[in-house]
């Protein structure tokens, strides 16, 4: 929140001048730059607008929160008028989305977008947009979760007239969003009215909001509950039995005797950790235990809300990132799952974090300290960054300075790899993340491995699987860099050269271009073959056939690996990166490529010398056979 004051105070700063001066110093403060030109211009237009209706109401004692931050989000609310219902006397909210909008139309596929002439692409209807802000304050701010009636959601668009925006009304159905023009000033009027007292102020409203605990819902819980508990793939084996059950004991004790312990569960890829975390939310919202899962990857968040909350936007929202705790009070949640946990960070804030939000705390002290169990899950051998430090001495040290017991359940069994233990045991001794040399591999029945000698040979084969409807991608190391995303109608620029064979990286940014799926669903989206996928949008998950170039990053030299710094491209790596931090993360990277194929895997090395390695090792390559199998 930038600013509150009731609405008779920031009129009189709006006619001042004062009102944008002071939003503008608070905005570099909290965010460590100065807002744009057309966001300046909404509050110097649109605020007067909505004070002067208010003031014009008699509402003048109703208080104001403007640029109100949502709970555990990044988003604002443009207002949130808080005052006293004039006929239950209970706390009223009423949510406001300011738009200096003219004229609108729906978009001719979905009413829920609407196309207006300053913009070239569609955007969300106003409506929808408050009446989401609505949804997710109700099903997040404790002040509001037992009573969803006290809020009501109005997107006022005063420049606007009936004719030039009544198409988008076709949104319109509920409390939580309603839409009022400049030429419905009056009915604006009579709106705030019915649902703010003129005879009590709002402050005290206000404060009840503010202060308010942060956690989901009652009501989201139930939803979650169906929608992630009743899922037929959750079928949980041995120890992850045992780790499941492990944290709901814990919860059980933490809610007798006000304790409060840590749960870490370890295991390589394909262990189910991430199901073992699914299965956990889905019990705890049955059970109405308040609870949130977290990651500190975009595209496995991402992912993780459209498996999960496919059918039901609302449970989206319960899935965040490391970072969304720095100011969240501590132990607002019962349990925390912190899924990908190798990817906990050392601290939360970065160039873009507001000032007010730099605690100086580490990351994981904020990721134990918001809840009564905070529950790890991690694979120490997928740290691929530095400053990365999910493991599990750190988080028993952090635990342990804390007064705080802590539990590790290790995960034996995998599923990934085609459940091939003995795969996953050569691709370790194979980059020499265990003691050990590099070993040959020996064929099961459970995972296939063959060695390309081109990444013609390797692509050719890997479309031959996906004509047989298996799913496949290609990833390599980060050895070549990475261009910037074309416009729009503009093709994808081929970065990943090898010989005469160039394709790009997968993309890096949130839509689609020229065919290509956004970053987060590389993975998952058939359209992610053709890209070269790197580790960052490849860890976490798995598809049938996988395709892994090796880069002159990793090469074998006589009698062992050597690590070439200067072969990467990746811009995490800095020049006070030590070297054996450089030599661990790209091994690591190699592992989590390496294990990312249910079916099977193929490798490639652009170095002559490690491919012939790797042919001595693996003995299959791909061939015509192989091609047609």
Known sequence: MLFRASARTVAVMALDGSLQ???????????????????????????????????????????????????????????????????????????????????????????????????????????????????????????????????????????????????????????????????????????????LSDKHPGAGSADELLSAKTAPSKQLMAVAAQEVREREQFDLLDEQQVAYRLVLNAVRKAKRSDHKEVVVVTGGPGTGKSVIALSLLGELYRQGVPALHATGSQSFTKTMRKVAGTRKREVQELFKYFNSFMTTERNSLDVLICDEAHRIRQTSANRFTPADRRTGKRQIDELIDVARVPVFLLDEHQVVRPGEMGTVDEIKAAAAAKGLGCHVVPLEGQFRCGGSDAYLRWVVRLLGLVSGDPVVWEPDDRMQLLVADSPQEMEAFLEARRARNYSARMSAGYCWPWSREPKPGDPLQPDVVVGEWARPWNLRGERSLAGAPPAALWATDPAGFGQVGCVYTAQGFEYDWSGVIIGPDLVWRSDRWVTDRTASKDPVFKRSTPDADVDRLIRNTYKVLLTRGMIGTVVYSTDPETRQKLRDLVGSRVDRDHAMA
């Open 21 to 195: 001066l002071h939003l503008t110093e608070q905005f570099v403060h909290m965010h460590g730059y100065r807002p744009g030109a057309s966001e300046m211009r909404s509050w110097e237009r649109s605020i007067p607008a909505l004070t002067a209706a208010l003031n014009d109401a008699g509402l003048g004692d109703v208080e104001i929160l403007l640029e109100y931050a949502l709970p555990l989000n990044s988003k604002r609310a443009d207002a949130v008028l808080a005052g006293t219902h004039p006929v239950t006397g209970e706390p009223s909210y009423v949510v406001v989305e300011l738009k200096q909008w003219s004229q609108a139309e729906p978009d001719e596929d979905d009413p829920a977008l609407c196309r207006i002439d300053a913009y070239a692409h569609a955007v969300l209807n106003p409506i929808d947009q408050v009446r989401r802000y609505c949804d997710y304050i109700v099903n997040f701010n404790g002040a509001v979760s037992e009573h969803p009636d006290r809020v009501n959601g109005v997107a006022f668009l005063h420049n606007a007239t009936e004719f030039g925006v009544a198409g988008l009304r076709a949104s319109e159905h509920d409390d939580y969003g309603q839409l009022f023009t400049g030429e419905q000033r009056g009915a604006f009027i009579d709106h705030l009215r019915a649902r």
